[in-house]
């Protein structure tokens, strides 16, 4: 339950109850601390399980994530936010949901029992899977955390949710609970985007609250199962929330295999992407009769970043961008899927139609935030 500090608070990431709310107050850096976390409300003892040893266990291997957002990325006025990610390799990848890197054009990470924070870079990610893969830069000797089997976890067993809950900084939150459903599907969306169906997630009785987004969902044995990613809420301000996803361990790591690939797909984005500048949405017919447009399909502009290669061309409000070199756009999300697949520096041949006719520009595309 990644959030952003800086925007307005009914913004979140949801459909209907499911939700992944925003902060209302600054972050905390620093993760020396030791000792465990704070125990959120509805958390409590579990049957089964010892909270205090598995965080014991898993601790040295879960990460606070800070980053600084985008101004005009999903809607943003620019801010920072703070989530949980997972340490994979004693040389610093970083297992976490997309969400909580989105927008994002700096990463910090700061690691249990070592002072200050590191930079981090985007690996790469699968912002339909809510997966993403990270780099924390000059590290090494780092704690990993260990994996069990999601695919054998039943209904009832014990876990505990662990993570940076509300952005606080120090030593994580562990949280008790029980797993209360298997193979859920629920439909999400963050600010700016489509709503996306996520499947195959568990659902835990385990408290987590805003910064939780990333954690690891573990046994009793302290491995992990499945990382938080989203939240049932009862009203609209609720924080905590005993109704909590995660997606299954093993279609994260499918997920992080194909990103050490290194081969770029539909569904997956190598590092940060290129940027062109615009702001678009979907083409209506009611847009395409008032704007005088001969095509009823595109992505329209909205608005134009200040500063991007979008600003040097003459791409206004009101354009219609239908292609990309020799690529079709027929949507907004068309146009992103389009140019992610480009690196920064590339250069691309940008088509749009006005009621004056068709027109042509080429931009070379800078680096942009995290998708």
């Given amino acids: 339950i990644g959030w ?6 009914s913004q979140s990431r949801s ?45 040295p291997a879960v990460v606070d994530i800070n980053t600084i957002i985008a101004s005009g990325v999903g809607g943003a006025s620019g801010g920072t936010a703070a989530g949980t990610g997972m340490i994979l390799t004693a040389t610093g990848e ?11 054009t700096k990463i910090r990470v700061t690691i249990q029992g070592r002072s200050g924070s590191f930079a981090a870079d985007v690996i790469g990610a699968d ?60 439909t999400a969306s963050d600010p700016g985007t489509q709503p996306e169906p996520l499947s195959g997630l568990i659902l835990s009785n385990a408290p987590i609250a805003p910064g939780d987004s990333g954690g690891p969902l573990v046994d009793a044995t302290g491995k992990v199962i499945g990382m938080t990613t989203a939240a049932s809420r009862n009203a609209p301000f609720q924080q905590v929330s005993t109704r909590g996803y995660a997606i299954a361990i093993g279609s994260a790591l499918d997920v992080v295999r194909q990103i050490r690939t290194g081969q770029a797909t539909a569904d997956i984005i190598l590092g940060r992407p290129g940027l062109l500048g615009v702001e678009v949405q979907n083409l209506t017919t009611a847009e395409a009769t008032r704007l005088g447009l001969s095509v009823s399909q595109g992505a329209l502009v909205v608005g134009i970043m200040p500063g991007t290669p979008a600003a040097g ?6 354009s219609v961008i239908t292609r990309i070199d020799d690529h079709a756009i027929t949507s907004a999300n068309g146009l992103g899927t389009v140019l992610h697949t480009y690196k920064p520096g590339q250069s691309v041949t940008v088509t749009w139609v006005t009621a004056s006719g068709t027109h042509t520009a080429t931009a070379q595309l800078i680096t942009g935030p995290a998708v």
């Fill in 4 to 9: 952003t500090i800086g925007k307005p608070s």
């Fill in 313 to 318: 061309t003459a791409l206004s409000a009101g």
């Fill in 127 to 186: 912002p339909a899977a809510d997966v993403a893969l990270i780099q924390i830069s000059r590290v090494s000797g780092l704690p990993t955390v260990s994996f069990g089997d999601a695919s054998k976890i039943t209904l009832g067993q014990p876990v505990a949710a662990i993570g940076n809950a509300f952005g606080r900084g120090g030593a994580p939150s562990a949280n008790a609970g029980t797993i209360t459903a298997l193979n859920q599907t629920i």
């Fill in 94 to 104: 970083v297992l976490t949901n997309n969400h909580v890197i989105r927008g994002a």
């Fill in 15 to 59: 459909s209907g109850t499911i939700t992944r709310p925003l902060p209302r107050g600054g972050q905390r850096g620093g993760s020396g601390s030791q000792g465990r976390g704070p125990q959120l409300p509805g958390g409590g003892t579990v049957s089964g399980i010892n909270v205090n040893a598995v965080a014991a266990k898993v601790d």
